[in-house]
């Protein structure tokens, strides 16, 4: 019996960390003096839109899921500026609020129906619709097109 009892708090201990991830925040979001923390339901919430398209990271076509930018943006109202995206490990990059048009690119919670680990660039990824025009095939989109995306700040 004793074992088994161990056997159980070893498992619960495993455990434990992915089921208490599941509520955290999955991205900070920053205005001013205005934080937001956003977790994968309220996210969720705000309308999933799906890109089926090629990447220069990825083998052949993959499906993304997400909230458009264009929605997430209305959603905390920004009309204008530039947006600061930062990554798990501090790897940021500037992506203008003009780009977060509708068709356009969505912050990616899920590829091919399933939620991204670090490893596979998640939790959430900014996805351009890269196969959908020549405009989003350039070296400055695919900057912009940062994965483990952690955090969202204004700065202009």
């Known amino acids: 019996m004793t074992r088994i009892r161990t056997m159980i708090a070893a498992l619960t201990l495993a455990i ?29 919430a705000l309308g999933a839109e799906e890109i089926s398209t090629t990447t220069i990271w990825t083998e052949g076509i993959q499906t993304f899921t997400g909230v458009s930018l264009h929605a997430f943006l209305q959603e905390v109202g920004v009309t204008e500026g530039t947006l600061k995206a930062t990554a798990v490990n501090d ?5 203008p609020v003009e780009d977060a048009v509708e068709g356009g690119p ?47 700040e204004v700065i202009e």
Request: charged share 25%; glycine share 4%.
């Open 16 to 44: 434990a960390p992915a089921v208490c991830a599941a509520d955290d925040a999955l991205l900070t979001f920053s205005h001013g003096n205005k934080v937001t923390e956003f977790d994968r339901e309220e996210l969720v």
């Open 106 to 152: 969505i912050i990616a919670y899920l590829s091919n129906g399933e939620q991204m680990s670090l490893r596979e660039k998640g939790p959430l990824w900014i996805v351009y619709p890269y196969d959908s025009d020549p405009k989003y095939q350039t070296e400055v989109i695919y900057s912009r097109s940062i994965w483990q995306l952690d955090r969202i």
């Open 91 to 95: 790897y940021a990059v500037e992506v």
